[in-house]
Structures are given as structure tokens and as C-alpha cells.
């Protein structure tokens, strides 16, 4: 099963940045579909931005304009930059994998955001 790991998650004030990191364990496909989803206490889980095997990418609208999706294949990573941070944008961030072969999902084990009002 592959697993991913998240990091970079923490603290950050308003208008602050942050970048998150997600390293899967294995080589990706090029068919593989990864992105970031979050959840915040009693709110269902959004999605805040996907990235394509043709480097296309879709964002959540609350997010557009400030985050900035990237991957790396050499790595097995993918990035999310985080700009101008909202309080609202607090939440647990998850890392997903999408397999196409097999349609088949992996989730990292999340990463906290905080940021300060």
C-alpha cells in the first residue's frame, strides 16, 4: 500500500505563507492524480486543490489566487504553497493519491494549519 507523508504544517499568522509537503513512497504513475483536501472541526472535508498527470490543476474556490499546487516526479512529491492565509483557511490538510489504475485512493495522515486570528 503506498504511504504518504505529510509535512510542513503549523502556526502561521494572517497573511502569512506556508508550504506543505507530501512524499509518496513509491514512484508515481503518470496516470497518478494527486492533491490536498481539508477539514476543519465539525466541517465537511473540501477539496483545495488537485494537480493532473498533464501538470493541470483545479482549485477550490476559497483558495483560488492564493495556493499553488506543484509536484515533482523525481522526488514522488507534491507541494502546496500556501499565500496570504486566511483563519478560516485552519483545518487539517490530507494528501491524496489517486490512482487511476485500479481507481483506487491513499491518504496521507494529515497535517495541522493554525492560522491566528
Known amino acids: 500500500q503506498v504511504q504518504l507523508v505529510e509535512s510542513g504544517g503549523g502556526l502561521v499568522q494572517p497573511g502569512g505563507s506556508l508550504r506543505l509537503s507530501c512524499a509518496a513512497s513509491e514512484r508515481l504513475f503518470r496516470l497518478d492524480t494527486m492533491g490536498w483536501y481539508r477539514q476543519a472541526p465539525g466541517k465537511q472535508r473540501e477539496l483545495v486543490a488537485s494537480?493532473?498527470?498533464?501538470?493541470?490543476?483545479k482549485y477550490g474556490d476559497s483558495v483560488k489566487g492564493r495556493f499553488t499546487i506543484s509536484r515533482d516526479s523525481a522526488k514522488n512529491t507534491v507541494y502546496l504553497q500556501m499565500n496570504s492565509l486566511k483563519p478560516e483557511d485552519t483545518a487539517v490538510y490530507y494528501c491524496n493519491l489517486h490512482r487511476d489504475w485500479g481507481s483506487v485512493d491513499y491518504w496521507g495522515q494529515g497535517t495541522q494549519v493554525t492560522v491566528s486570528s
Open positions: 494537480i493532473y498527470l498533464d501538470s493541470s490543476t
